[in-house]
């Protein structure tokens, strides 16, 4: 099967399904996807960064981090309940990485992993899409939800096609020491492609956009969101992976999948509540 049969087919069947969540009246849907992906990519990232410690230090990362981020979520109203789950959290993996040494040349490394995983994905999820989702205003958090969406995987999207069909035209790379088939073209490609979601968005479902808005989210989250993808890739080069995992034929592992997303959505949403109607 080809890469790109095999990531058609993939969005065949799972889209709709994010579709129905994102708009079933119950946000416990949206809440489960957003919490199923964030505790994938927590057990990708403990693997990956991870690789060669005991099976146990790795789950312990991996259900520390999660453990993290459904407190998060489900607690983000009580007041100073998310600083000290970030709190203990931090202290757990000192606490845990303290009686179990393994390589001490190591350790260090591993905790920061450990950290940096908290931080790049229980944090990231939850100050961007736990957050957009209740930006309040004309299209509601569920709009915005798929502009950051549509965004990251149209960009992909026309990253792809411009690299297949210009690239062997125009081979300049864009970043080889990490992405070696990154090109020029598909960067652009990409840029193109955000944009046009967002020309959809605005014809479409999000008539309260402006022209100015179209381009003042897509642009900027764009050059993040590949600017999020060449940040995984550096750390998968670094620790000698090719993808995250093999969760999503064509794609990887889920956080293949999010990682430009875990960049974009931060742009979206303090657009969304700080500069959107003012253009």
């Known amino acids: 099967m080809s890469n790109l049969l095999a990531r ?6 799972t ?15 949206a809440e ?8 994938l990519s927590m057990r990708e990232w403990a693997n990956m960064t991870q ?26 109203d009580i007041s100073g309940a998310p600083a000290l789950a970030t709190a203990v959290a931090t202290m757990g993996v000192f606490l845990w990485f303290l009686f179990r040494i393994g390589e001490m040349e190591r350790v260090a490394t591993r905790i920061a992993f450990a950290l940096g995983g908290y931080a790049y994905i ?3 999820v939850f100050l961007s899409w736990l957050k957009l989702r209740d930006v309040d205003g004309p299209g509601d958090g569920w709009a915005w939800i798929y502009v950051a969406l549509s965004i ?12 297949r069909f210009l690239g062997p035209r125009i081979p ?41 808005d179209t381009a003042l989210v897509a642009i900027p989250a764009n050059l993040l969101g590949q600017m999020g993808d060449l940040a995984e890739s550096l750390i998968k080069r670094s620790v000698g992976v090719k993808d995250s995992g093999t969760l999503l034929p064509g794609h990887g592992g889920m956080l293949d999948r999010i990682d430009a997303l875990l960049f974009v959505a931060p742009w979206v949403w303090a657009y969304a509540t700080w500069a959107f109607g003012r253009f």
Do not use: C, H, M
């Not at 990251?152 to 690299?163: E, H, K, L, N, Q």
């Not at 020029?184 to 022209?211: D, E, M, N, R, T």
């Open 152 to 163: 990251a995987w149209i960009s992909d999207t026309g990253a792809y096609f411009a690299g």
């Open 51 to 76: 690789k060669g410690s005991p099976l146990a230090d790795r789950a312990f990362v991996a259900v520390l981090g999660s453990a993290l981020f459904a407190t998060l979520q489900f607690t983000k």
């Open 15 to 29: 889209v709709p399904f994010l579709v129905l969540a994102i708009n079933w009246k119950n946000p416990i849907a």
């Open 172 to 212: 300049r790379k864009l970043y080889e020491t990490v992405s070696p088939k990154k090109t020029v073209v598909g960067f652009f490609g990409g840029i193109a492609g955000s944009y046009a979601a967002l020309v959809v968005a605005k014809l479409w479902y999000f008539p309260a956009l402006s022209w100015a």
């Open 32 to 39: 489960g996807v957003i919490l199923l992906a964030a505790v």
């Open 8 to 13: 058609f087919l993939t969005a065949v069947a």
């Open 122 to 124: 229980s944090l990231l």
